[in-house]
Nanobody
Framework: QVQLVESGGGLVQAGGSLRLSCAAS????????MGWFRQAPGKEREFVAA????????YYADSVKGRFTISRDNAKNTVYLQMNSLKREDTAVYYC???????????????????WGQGTQVTVSS
């Protein structure tokens, strides 16, 4: 069991940057694979980024490659999403997700995740 709380969202101009944080409860954070998803108004939830247990492997949606960076600090029970060169189409509610799955973990699939935060709003203006 793990609880997730996102923070760091807000309003930013196109071309700017934001850093999202996801704080997790519990003493077994290092046993969870982590992901970031987002949902824009009128659209379905989509994959953004994911990271392996120790951070050695990362995965990104094509739309954010080269602009976003996912990282984790297991000592702080926190996963981050650094977002640079933000575009208006990045506007969405961003959700942090966690899963204890191992070999059955498919980073890009929302169904692979068991725990979700409440989300943080990111709004990019023109």
């Amino acid at each position: 069991q793990v609880q997730l709380v996102e923070s760091g969202g807000g309003l930013v101009q196109a071309g700017g940057s934001l850093r999202l944080s996801c704080a997790a409860s519990g003493r077994t954070f290092s046993s969870y694979r982590m992901g970031w998803f987002r949902q824009a108004p009128g659209k379905e939830r989509e994959f953004v980024a994911a990271i392996s247990l120790s951070g050695g492997n990362t995965y990104y949606a094509d739309s954010v490659k080269g602009r976003f960076t996912i990282s984790r600090d297991n000592a702080k029970n926190t996963v981050y999403l650094q977002m640079n060169s933000l575009k208006r189409e990045d506007t969405a509610v961003y959700y942090c997700a966690a899963t204890s799955r191992g070999s059955t973990w498919y980073p890009l699939l929302s169904s692979s995740y068991d725990y979700w935060g409440q989300g943080t709003q990111v709004t990019v203006s023109s």
